[in-house]
Nanobody, 120 residues
Framework: QVQLVESGGGLVQAGGSLRLSCAAS????????MGWYRQPPGKQRELVAR???????DYADSVKGRFTISRDNAKNTVYLQMNSLKPEDTAVYYC??????????????WGQGTQVTVSS
């Protein structure tokens, strides 16, 4: 099992910035991926950004150039720096972790979610 604890959400005006953090503990493999999904009100959960243990990154097109994902492997912590926030970034943001073993990805482990609200 993996436990994830998120922090850093809140209310910000459009154009502002927020930084989310997610600390993982438990059965974390050396090869893994961590990242963030978000779920806007009334919509499905969508991938925002992810980063592998080898530091490879992927971003949703809607956040490229505005959001930056990073991680501290020694602390098993992933960060999401969100700049130039827009009202459409309003959502509950969920951290996740997936282990990779013998070439196969395991199940997602999820954090409890943190609310990000961007006012216009």
């Amino acid at each position: 099992q993996v436990q994830l604890v998120e922090s850093g959400g809140g209310l910000v005006q459009a154009g502002g910035s927020l930084r989310l953090s997610c600390a993982a503990s438990g059965n974390i493999f050396s090869i893994n991926a961590m990242g963030w999904y978000r779920q806007p009100p009334g919509k499905q959960r969508e991938l925002v950004a992810r980063i592998t243990s080898g530091a490879g990154t992927d971003y949703a097109d809607s956040v490229k150039g505005r959001f930056t994902i990073s991680r501290d492997n020694a602390k098993n912590t992933v960060y999401l720096q969100m700049n130039s926030l827009k009202p459409e970034d309003t959502a509950v943001y969920y951290c996740y972790e997936r282990n990779r073993r013998l070439g196969e990805w395991g199940s997602h482990y999820w954090g409890q979610g943190t609310q990000v609200t961007v006012s216009s």
